[in-house]
Nanobody, 120 residues
Framework: QVQLVESGGGLVQPGGSLRLSCAVP????????MSWYRQAPGKERELVAT????????DYADSVKGRFTMSRDNAKNTVYLQANNLKPEDTAVYYC?????????????WGQGTQVTVSS
């Protein structure tokens, strides 16, 4: 069973920052584009940020551009989401996703999620 393990969520005041981490099994990490998604209560899961396998191309949802930064450390098999200037509307469960190409087939793996709550 492939497990992606997120950490770093918590309660933060508006304007604050958090750094989310996602540890990925080595055998899929180098073969995967990685993404962060989030799901707020009563809403559909939405894509927040994506980074390619080389780590030299990122893309962000309009709602987080200029505030969130996604990165990957290929030596540690870990991806990060630096979230700055957080707003109450950023409150959600954040999920890490790996889109892997293995043995000629595409696979998608998910973490269990980490809660981010932005509130005063």
């Amino acid at each position: 069973q492939v497990q992606l393990v997120e950490s770093g969520g918590g309660l933060v005041q508006p304007g604050g920052s958090l750094r989310l981490s996602c540890a990925v099994p080595k055998f899929i990490f180098s073969r995967s584009a990685m993404s962060w998604y989030r799901q707020a209560p009563g809403k559909e899961r939405e894509l927040v940020a994506t980074i390619n396998s080389a780590g030299d191309n990122t893309d962000y949802a309009d709602s987080v551009k200029g505030r969130f930064t996604m990165s990957r450390d290929n030596a540690k098999n870990t991806v990060y989401l630096q979230a700055n200037n957080l707003k109450p509307e950023d409150t959600a469960v954040y999920y890490c996703n790996a889109a892997a190409r293995l043995f000629g087939q595409n696979y998608a793996y998910w973490g269990q999620g980490t809660q981010v709550t932005v509130s005063s």
